[in-house]
Nanobody
């Protein structure tokens, strides 16, 4: 069983930066892809970024490309989402996901989820 816990969400000003962390536990978590999604009230969970288990292959939503960077530290079983040039529209609850095989944009296909961390960007 894989357990995920996100930390790092807070209130920041537009143009600022923030790094979210996703601490993972489980026997084979280093072989899992990590994804980040976000959700605002009344909307469907939205793909943000994903990284394959090896840490070399990444993909991003167009809305965050060039501003966000996903990374993975297998030694410490932790995933990260570095967010720069934050905009008010980045405000959401950010969720970490993990999966042994899938690393795409469809949230229904990810098997493991954290509880989320709130990011609020003020204008």
């Amino acid at each position: 069983q894989v357990q995920l816990a996100e930390t790092g969400g807070k209130l920041v000003q537009a143009g600022g930066s923030l790094t979210l962390s996703c601490a993972a536990s489980g026997p084979t978590v280093n072989h899992f892809a990590i994804g980040w999604f976000r959700q605002t009230s009344g909307k469907e969970r939205e793909f943000v970024a994903a990284i394959k288990w090896g840490g070399l292959d990444t993909r991003y939503a167009d809305s965050v490309k060039g501003r966000f960077t996903i990374s993975k530290d297998n030694a410490n079983h932790t995933g990260y989402l570095q967010m720069n040039s934050l905009k008010p529209e980045d405000t959401a609850v950010y969720y970490c996901a993990a999966d042994a095989g899938y690393w795409g944009a469809l949230h229904d296909l990810w098997n493991y989820w954290g509880r989320g961390t709130q990011v609020t960007v003020s204008s």
